[in-house]
């Protein structure tokens, strides 16, 4: 069972290379396709939410925000609630290349789960599901404890 973490990690790292290397043809680095892919989920986020979500500091997220500006894929406007705070808001030039980059994700996780029974499948989603629950409310558990 101790190495179950270790074993979840290595495949994460796995499917995240498998899917690096299809996508370098296509100009865009890991940081740079998990920005585009969480604004099609959460569009119009702040900066400092999405930083929040992807768990790194503000001033890299700038960074990688810049680069993608620069490529005509994402704008950031201002909060009309905060004149501080940026929204970033995807181009329709970004369009095409998300649905690249989908189309890249769809092949990787085919081949990635050739001959797996989609039984077996869900049965993992269930239980990776209720591990992150476990997880969470343990960490909040203990972070309740320790005020």
Same mark, same amino acid.
Do not use: Y
């Given at each position: $069972? ?13 499917? !995240? ?10 100009? =865009?680095? !890991?940081? #740079?396709?998990?920005? +585009? ?6 569009? *119009?986020?702040? #900066?400092?939410? +999405?930083? /929040? $979500? ?5 001033? %890299? ?5 810049? !680069?993608?500006?620069?490529?005509? +894929?994402?704008?950031?406007?201002? /909060?009309?609630? &905060? ?7 995807? %181009? /329709? ?12 994700? /769809?092949?990787? =996780?085919? *081949? ?6 989609? &039984? ?11 591990? !992150? ?6 960490? %909040? ?5 320790? #005020?």
């Amino acid at each position: $069972m101790e190495t179950l973490p270790f074993e979840i990690g290595e495949t994460a790292h796995a499917l !995240r290379k498998a899917f690096d290397r299809r996508a370098v043809g296509l100009g =865009v680095t !890991r940081a #740079q396709w998990k920005v +585009l892919f969480k604004l099609t989920r959460h569009p *119009e986020l702040r #900066q400092i939410e +999405l930083a /929040d $979500m992807l768990e790194i500091e503000p001033i %890299t997220l700038s960074r990688i925000v810049d !680069r993608l500006e620069e490529a005509g +894929l994402v704008e950031r406007k201002a /909060d009309p609630a &905060d004149r501080r705070a940026w929204r970033l808001h995807l %181009t /329709d030039a970004a369009a095409p290349l998300i649905e690249k980059l989908r189309l890249l994700a /769809d092949e990787m =996780v085919t *081949e990635a789960f050739a001959g797996i029974e989609h &039984d077996d499948i869900e049965t993992t989603r269930r239980v990776l599901a209720k591990a !992150r629950e476990n997880a969470c409310r343990n960490t %909040t558990l203990n972070r309740a404890s320790n #005020q």
